[in-house]
């Protein structure tokens, strides 16, 4: 019942009756408010972009940077997930409770990765105030347990201030084979590669659909768009053509680019003339984290020197594809009269990614297991980088050179090769200067109270009953007059970021070194500290730790108080293995045994049945009608990683799909005549191998008869991080094997149900507990 009074007149005749229609009124933004369209890629360093200097044409954004702003002292939080967190409240984001990716939260103030109701959104606030709210592309705001069809929608964007979405949930996935979210429910993709599929594309028929649909409408009311493509998170996968316009862009390497880049950066103002280049390898012996190192250009061999090349071609062709989709949006908004009054900004949300290794990959979900890319293996693919054959991601090198001048890349957020990053904005009908730079210190927590100054709203002290912490930024409107160089409004910012911090204060920044990892605990108190005076040193090269001891104890005094205010501690370094097997509470219970059902949406990775580092069985209750049935049975993961079971040429098949990494493990029947059956397979696992890969003996039922046998090693981690979920009667995305085309669809018979449990039974008392079940059908 509403709480508003109604001011009209009831008798027992409507004819005598007064309405009141100011009760149900929608709330009309005022007349001639901006339309706003937030283009947010990931994974991109200062040094990148064309506008900003760097080496990837970006025709879009340059037509934006020229009727609008550069800033050159914009940060994130050097992580993806947290960034967006501060980008849809104003928050910081220990106070949304994103110390990290979903993947990694824990049971703490700052680390539970589910928005607080206490930071109302962007969305919550311009959609009351009447603005039309639209998100497109990636999430990675959804607790990882909520991931599912049957999952809580507390957290998915309808529920937080959204009227459309159209994405994936998830921190990334395939470009060719995406897992896609409509709104409230699970999709698979609209059409295939073959027929001229890519995710940028999808993304950018989704959103020009969605605001010509407001427009038929509802002409009058403005709209916010946050569009959130793919790019450029790995896989780097973009069409051919795109790829081959930077053949041999970066064959001088990394190093070279660095050189290239920089007098190019200082040329545009967006550092000081005597910036000095950072070394590429900052840090020292005890503190740098192997991994991340970068192998310099000259030790590498002539294949590592070409496969690395075009590693960075692939990555630099995804963003100008991407860059070319945003453009056919902005160019409606032309057509259509609409850009002079919308409020665009185009950035990017942490620092690029070193996620490559320092050797590249052509399947990032090795790094994710753990497993090392091989030389050999990788260069067979150098031809088709970037096309659905590969999930590639350049090596460290590049990084590197994309976060020039800066020391190293995201993750870390003590250095500004984590967290600065490129940002413009441009409105033609509120920003007069053009074309120009702007060097104010500023976070992203400071974009939701500018767009909020633009539109004339307020944060709210209360918002549905529930006390609003503040802002955590300020508004950078100020920056939009003609007074250029006037001295930012930002007192103070901390930083902290899986073991790494730092706080910059009134100019200066204090960072601490830390060694990730340890075996014991952190030892956060044994760090050293350094200082910098980044007015004057934005590549922070000069440590003044010596110089100026008072300001340093001053400034990590500050980071304390701010680690306390926002809800910082504790601090975690754990490495991957610890924080993505930390225990998380789930609406569903631990099992052992797990039944799917075909016709439903695939099920999550996230919440799938977990079969790494043990043994496990699958049962599959089936009846063969037509003597020509074929299909896919059951299926979780993709070519690049991933386990099925299929009938083709009249035989069943189950596949291993190991990282990719051919020739696929393969167990298959002798063939079959129409009836019912009892389909399985039992993996039992033996022991570990080299890298931490389970390996065991694997066995092919057809009921209670062994079809096949032999060794077998399994994935010591996920199938993929966020996309190719668990299906049955079809493979939704990209197929796991070789010997069928996605999305395989089970034809001419029956699937009852599967089953994959990871019990102790043994298989035969398995089979017959699902015989009997078969046999009630």
């Given at each position: 019942?509403s709480?508003?009074?109604?001011?009209g007149?009831i008798k027992?005749?409507?004819?005598?009756s007064t309405?009141?229609?100011?009760?149900?009124?929608h709330?009309?933004?005022?007349e001639?408010s901006?339309?706003?369209?937030?283009?947010?890629?990931d994974?991109t360093?200062?040094?990148?972009?064309s506008?900003?200097g760097?080496?990837?044409?970006m025709?879009t954004?340059?037509?934006?940077?020229?009727?609008?702003?550069?800033?050159?002292?914009?940060?994130t939080?050097?992580?993806c997930?947290?960034t967006?967190?501060t980008?849809l409240?104003?928050?910081?984001h220990h106070?949304?409770?994103?110390a990290?990716?979903?993947?990694?939260?824990?049971?703490?103030?700052g680390?539970?990765?589910?928005?607080?109701?206490?930071?109302?959104?962007?969305?919550?606030?311009?959609?009351?105030?009447g603005w039309?709210?639209?998100w497109v592309?990636?999430n990675?705001?959804?607790?990882?347990?909520?991931?599912?069809?049957?999952?809580?929608?507390?957290?998915w964007?309808l529920q937080?201030?959204?009227?459309?979405?159209?994405?994936?949930?998830g921190?990334e996935?395939?470009?060719?084979?995406?897992s896609?979210?409509?709104d409230?429910?699970i999709?698979?993709?609209?059409?295939s590669?073959?027929?001229?599929y890519?995710?940028?594309?999808?993304?950018?028929?989704?959103?020009?659909?969605?605001?010509?649909?407001?427009?038929a409408?509802?002409?009058?009311k403005?709209w916010?768009?946050?569009?959130?493509?793919?790019?450029n998170?790995?896989p780097?996968?973009?069409?051919q053509?795109y790829?081959?316009k930077?053949k041999?862009r970066?064959?001088?390497?990394?190093?070279?680019?660095r050189?290239?880049?920089?007098?190019?950066?200082i040329e545009k103002?967006?550092l000081?003339?005597?910036t000095?280049?950072t070394?590429?390898?900052?840090?020292?012996?005890?503190?740098a984290y192997p991994?991340?190192?970068?192998?310099?250009?000259n030790?590498?061999?002539?294949d590592e020197q070409?496969?690395?090349?075009r590693l960075?071609e692939?990555?630099?062709?995804?963003s100008?594809y991407?860059d070319?989709?945003?453009?056919?949006i902005i160019?409606?908004?032309?057509?259509?009269?609409q850009?002079?009054?919308t409020i665009?900004?185009?950035?990017?949300?942490n620092?690029a990614?070193?996620?490559?290794s320092p050797?590249?990959?052509v399947?990032e979900n090795?790094?994710f297991?753990?497993?090392p890319d091989e030389l050999?293996?990788?260069i067979?693919?150098?031809?088709?980088?970037?096309s659905?054959d590969?999930y590639?991601?350049?090596?460290?090198?590049?990084?590197?050179?994309?976060s020039?001048?800066?020391?190293?890349?995201?993750?870390?957020?003590?250095f500004?090769?984590?967290?600065?990053?490129?940002?413009?904005?441009?409105?033609?009908?509120?920003?007069?200067?053009?074309?120009e730079?702007?060097n104010?210190?500023?976070?992203s927590t400071?974009?939701?109270?500018?767009?909020?100054?633009?539109c004339?709203?307020?944060?709210?002290?209360?918002?549905?009953?529930?006390?609003?912490?503040?802002l955590?930024g300020?508004s950078l409107?100020?920056t939009?007059?003609?007074?250029?160089?006037?001295q930012?409004?930002?007192?103070r910012?901390y930083y902290?970021?899986m073991?790494?911090r730092a706080?910059?204060?009134?100019g200066?920044?204090?960072?601490?070194?830390?060694?990730?990892?340890p075996?014991?605990?952190?030892h956060f108190?044994?760090d050293?500290w350094e200082?910098?005076?980044?007015?004057s040193?934005?590549a922070?090269?000069?440590?003044?730790a010596?110089?100026?001891?008072?300001?340093?104890q001053?400034?990590?005094?500050?980071?304390f108080d701010?680690a306390?205010?926002?809800?910082v501690?504790?601090?975690?370094?754990?490495n991957?293995?610890?924080?993505?097997?930390?225990?998380r509470?789930?609406?569903e219970a631990s099992?052992?045994?797990?039944?799917y059902y075909?016709?439903?949406?695939e099920?999550?990775?996230?919440?799938?049945?977990?079969?790494?580092?043990?043994s496990?069985?699958?049962?599959?209750?089936?009846?063969?009608?037509?003597p020509?049935c074929s299909?896919v049975?059951?299926?979780?993961g993709?070519?690049?990683?991933?386990?099925?079971?299929f009938i083709?040429?009249?035989?069943?098949h189950y596949?291993?799909?190991f990282?990719?990494?051919?020739?696929?493990?393969k167990f298959?029947s002798?063939?079959?005549?129409?009836?019912?059956?009892?389909?399985?397979?039992?993996?039992i696992?033996?022991g570990m191998?080299?890298h931490?890969e389970?390996?065991?003996?694997?066995?092919?039922?057809?009921?209670?008869?062994?079809?096949a046998?032999?060794p077998m090693?399994?994935?010591?981690?996920?199938?993929t991080?966020?996309?190719?979920?668990?299906c049955v009667?079809?493979?939704?995305?990209d197929?796991?094997s070789?010997?069928?085309?996605?999305?395989g669809?089970?034809?001419g018979?029956?699937i009852?149900?599967?089953?994959?449990?990871?019990?102790?039974?043994?298989?035969?008392?398995?089979?017959?507990l699902a015989?009997?079940?078969f046999?009630?059908d």
């Amino acid at each position: 019942m509403s709480t508003k009074k109604f001011n009209g007149v009831i008798k027992l005749d409507v004819r005598d009756s007064t309405p009141d229609w100011e009760l149900y009124k929608h709330t009309v933004p005022p007349e001639g408010s901006p339309n706003i369209l937030f283009i947010l890629y990931d994974d991109t360093g200062l040094a990148t972009w064309s506008p900003f200097g760097g080496g990837v044409n970006m025709p879009t954004l340059q037509k934006l940077a020229d009727q609008g702003l550069m800033y050159s002292q914009w940060h994130t939080t050097a992580l993806c997930a947290p960034t967006r967190s501060t980008l849809l409240t104003g928050r910081n984001h220990h106070l949304n409770g994103f110390a990290s990716i979903t993947e990694a939260s824990n049971g703490y103030p700052g680390q539970h990765c589910h928005l607080p109701e206490e930071c109302a959104t962007i969305g919550q606030l311009l959609q009351d105030a009447g603005w039309s709210t639209f998100w497109v592309g990636k999430n990675h705001n959804v607790p990882e347990t909520d991931l599912g069809s049957g999952a809580s929608r507390k957290y998915w964007p309808l529920q937080q201030g959204f009227d459309r979405f159209y994405g994936f949930l998830g921190g990334e996935t395939s470009q060719w084979y995406p897992s896609l979210v409509e709104d409230n429910h699970i999709i698979d993709q609209p059409y295939s590669p073959e027929e001229g599929y890519h995710l940028s594309k999808d993304l950018a028929d989704q959103a020009l659909q969605m605001i010509k649909d407001q427009k038929a409408s509802n002409p009058s009311k403005p709209w916010y768009m946050w569009f959130c493509p793919g790019a450029n998170h790995a896989p780097h996968q973009a069409p051919q053509e795109y790829i081959d316009k930077y053949k041999g862009r970066f064959d001088n390497g990394y190093e070279a680019y660095r050189d290239w880049v920089l007098p190019r950066m200082i040329e545009k103002g967006l550092l000081p003339k005597d910036t000095q280049l950072t070394p590429a390898n900052p840090l020292p012996d005890d503190v740098a984290y192997p991994p991340d190192n970068v192998r310099p250009w000259n030790t590498l061999s002539k294949d590592e020197q070409k496969l690395f090349s075009r590693l960075a071609e692939a990555f630099a062709g995804f963003s100008e594809y991407t860059d070319v989709q945003v453009g056919r949006i902005i160019a409606y908004l032309e057509e259509s009269g609409q850009l002079d009054n919308t409020i665009v900004l185009y950035a990017a949300d942490n620092g690029a990614s070193g996620e490559g290794s320092p050797d590249g990959s052509v399947n990032e979900n090795k790094l994710f297991n753990s497993y090392p890319d091989e030389l050999d293996e990788n260069i067979k693919y150098i031809d088709v980088l970037g096309s659905p054959d590969t999930y590639n991601h350049y090596p460290t090198g590049w990084a590197t050179a994309f976060s020039t001048p800066f020391k190293m890349f995201k993750r870390y957020s003590e250095f500004a090769g984590g967290t600065c990053d490129p940002l413009v904005i441009s409105w033609p009908k509120g920003i007069k200067a053009l074309g120009e730079v702007r060097n104010q210190y500023h976070h992203s927590t400071d974009i939701v109270p500018t767009l909020l100054e633009l539109c004339g709203l307020e944060m709210p002290k209360v918002y549905k009953g529930v006390e609003q912490l503040p802002l955590s930024g300020i508004s950078l409107a100020y920056t939009f007059g003609a007074e250029k160089d006037e001295q930012t409004r930002k007192k103070r910012q901390y930083y902290a970021m899986m073991g790494t911090r730092a706080i910059w204060e009134d100019g200066w920044k204090a960072i601490a070194l830390h060694a990730p990892a340890p075996s014991d605990k952190g030892h956060f108190e044994d760090d050293l500290w350094e200082l910098y005076h980044v007015d004057s040193d934005p590549a922070e090269s000069k440590n003044l730790a010596i110089e100026y001891p008072e300001k340093l104890q001053s400034l990590i005094k500050s980071w304390f108080d701010e680690a306390e205010k926002n809800l910082v501690l504790p601090l975690d370094d754990r490495n991957a293995v610890e924080i993505l097997t930390t225990p998380r509470p789930s609406e569903e219970a631990s099992r052992e045994r797990y039944i799917y059902y075909p016709d439903t949406s695939e099920v999550p990775e996230s919440v799938a049945v977990n079969v790494r580092g043990r043994s496990f069985k699958i049962l599959a209750d089936v009846e063969i009608i037509d003597p020509d049935c074929s299909g896919v049975i059951f299926a979780h993961g993709s070519r690049f990683g991933g386990h099925a079971l299929f009938i083709k040429d009249k035989k069943v098949h189950y596949v291993y799909n190991f990282l990719g990494i051919k020739p696929e493990q393969k167990f298959i029947s002798s063939e079959l005549k129409p009836g019912k059956y009892v389909f399985g397979m039992e993996f039992i696992r033996e022991g570990m191998g080299e890298h931490h890969e389970s390996l065991g003996n694997t066995k092919l039922y057809v009921n209670e008869t062994v079809m096949a046998e032999g060794p077998m090693r399994t994935q010591t981690g996920k199938f993929t991080l966020c996309g190719d979920g668990l299906c049955v009667g079809r493979d939704s995305g990209d197929s796991v094997s070789e010997d069928y085309k996605s999305p395989g669809k089970f034809t001419g018979g029956k699937i009852q149900f599967v089953g994959v449990t990871i019990e102790k039974d043994q298989y035969r008392n398995l089979e017959k507990l699902a015989a009997a079940a078969f046999a009630v059908d």
